[in-house]
């Protein structure tokens, strides 16, 4: 019973396959919907439209400039000897800039459209056959190839898509008596032009070392950004308890850089051009940058700003992070730091004129504003982390285990320290407790041992 049922299912799904695919795109010449007589119909990069099936245009793949074809054609027809026809479409995202008119006749008179196009809203095409030409008849007549390009990218701000058609009107079909061909339908290029989602990350995601004092450097990228007017973006590293605890801190920003190929300061406002302030512990970088002018937007993937980061000891005055040491295995491990490089808040604003009114829209990122998967208007961003992971025994902080950290851990040999009371502590050797690496309260062989056994290690 059961798998009767299930071949039952199977052929059911077999039969509804061909009406699916005919609800979806059509591609003639091969593929053309049935109709009880002519009709005209456009194809949209090769294939035909309905309004619940439309062509979609996505960033990036069709973009600002890129091209787009758009083909008329007619069906079903019989004994043709004349057609006209009308094709408008949505100006703001596309400009015609070539036509070419099909021979549907070996012999055919242009009556429309005139040499002297003057590009208005809409394409007028009329041709008729030419004796000795007799009557044509076919299943799909390709009529015109028609070039467009398209003049405006679609901002990522709700509604993050528009739509519209390339529409046929004022069509007619003559046989070769003059008659009237009767059209029972028009086939509209139905379209969506969907909007690339931005995103802005830091370059790379992760910075691991072990050598105290050297500077590395990091990058913020911006990718598939569409008519960026302004950017602004508000970065902080901290994370680690300890820089709460004694204002000490990984990471100290020791420079930054604006591209300015891409955000040119010439045809900014100088005034308005960086504002960074930056923090008494340097946790902090806030740019926002602002064109006055409308012009140039800005588009695509770039670098919008290098921070070169100077690696500080996190742990105070030389001291040392905590040892541990497994005594089965004997191998000991020492406490890493690490902060991320967060993305608190940032946003574009973009000027999208199909929105209505025209306006400059905003496309918020960063920590701050929470999860907005799926979001409008919200792009998506990711931050970095630094982890300063010391080699076991490196004293100095220099990335090598060698004679100088030796020389240090001997020369505590056998010191003391009292921890008891409160700070400032009374005994003027308090601070060896940051040597005391195994935290037996009294830096000894042990101590000495721990460095030892990693004498010649660097980092990984
Ligand atoms: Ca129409
Ligand atoms: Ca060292
Ligand atoms: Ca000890």
Redesign the pocket.
């Known amino acids: 019973m059961k798998s009767k049922y299930l071949v039952g299912t199977l052929l059911c799904l077999m039969l509804l396959l061909p009406i699916s695919s005919v609800a979806a795109f059509w591609h003639p010449p091969d593929e053309v919907p049935e109709e009880p007589c002519s009709w005209f119909g456009v194809t949209i990069e090769g294939v035909g439209t309905t309004a619940t099936e439309k062509f979609n245009f996505t960033e990036p793949e069709y973009h600002f400039c890129s091209d787009v074809t758009v083909e008329v054609w007619i069906f079903n027809v019989e004994d043709l000897y004349g057609y006209d026809f009308k094709l408008s479409w949505d100006t703001y995202y596309f400009a015609l800039v070539d036509w070419q008119i099909e021979e549907v006749w070996e012999e055919q008179f242009v009556i429309r459209p005139l040499p002297t196009y003057d590009g208005s809203p809409w394409y007028h095409q009329a041709v008729i056959g030419v004796a000795p030409s007799p009557g044509v008849s076919g299943e799909a007549i390709k009529l015109a190839t028609l070039t467009f390009h398209i003049e405006n990218d679609v901002c990522w701000v709700a509604p993050n898509y528009v739509d519209g058609k390339f529409n046929l009107f004022e069509l007619e079909a003559r046989d070769s008596c003059t008659g009237l061909i009767p059209l029972c339908d028009e086939k509209d290029g139905y379209w969506e032009f969907w909007a690339m989602q931005p995103n802005v990350y830091i370059d790379p995601e992760e910075e691991i070392n072990c050598v105290v004092g050297e500077t590395f450097t990091m990058t913020v990228m911006v990718e598939d950004i569409v008519k960026m007017k302004s950017i602004g973006i508000d970065i902080w590293w901290y994370g680690h308890t300890i820089l709460y605890l004694d204002g000490r801190e990984l990471l100290n920003l020791e420079e930054y850089v604006i591209n300015e190929e891409v955000l040119p300061k010439a045809e900014w406002d100088p005034a308005s051009y960086i504002v960074v302030t930056e923090g008494t512990l340097s946790s902090h970088i806030e740019v926002y940058i602002k064109m006055d002018c409308d012009f140039p937007l800005i588009n695509g993937t770039f670098w919008f700003m290098e921070l070169t980061f100077k690696k500080k000891d996190p742990w105070y005055c030389g001291g040392q992070p905590q040892y541990e040491i497994d005594t089965e295995t004997h191998e000991i491990t020492v406490e890493n730091a690490s902060t991320p490089i967060q993305i608190w808040m940032g946003a574009f604003d973009v000027v999208c004129n199909y929105m209505q009114p025209p306006s400059v829209d905003w496309i918020y990122f960063g920590d701050l504003y929470g999860d907005h998967t799926g979001c409008c208007g919200y792009a998506t961003y990711k931050g970095a982390m630094y982890t300063f992971d010391p080699v076991p025994g ?9 004679l ?2 030796l020389m240090i851990i001997a020369g505590m040999y056998c010191n003391n320290f009292d921890l008891t009371g409160s700070w400032p502590y009374n005994d003027p050797n308090f601070w060896l407790y940051y040597y005391d690496l195994n935290d037996s309260g009294h830096i000894d062989i042990s101590d000495v041992i721990i460095v030892a056994k990693n004498f010649g290690a660097t980092c990984h």
Do not use: W
Request: charged letters at 45%; glycine letters at 18%.
């Open positions: 490196d004293l100095t902080g220099d990335g090598v285990v060698d100088d950290d």
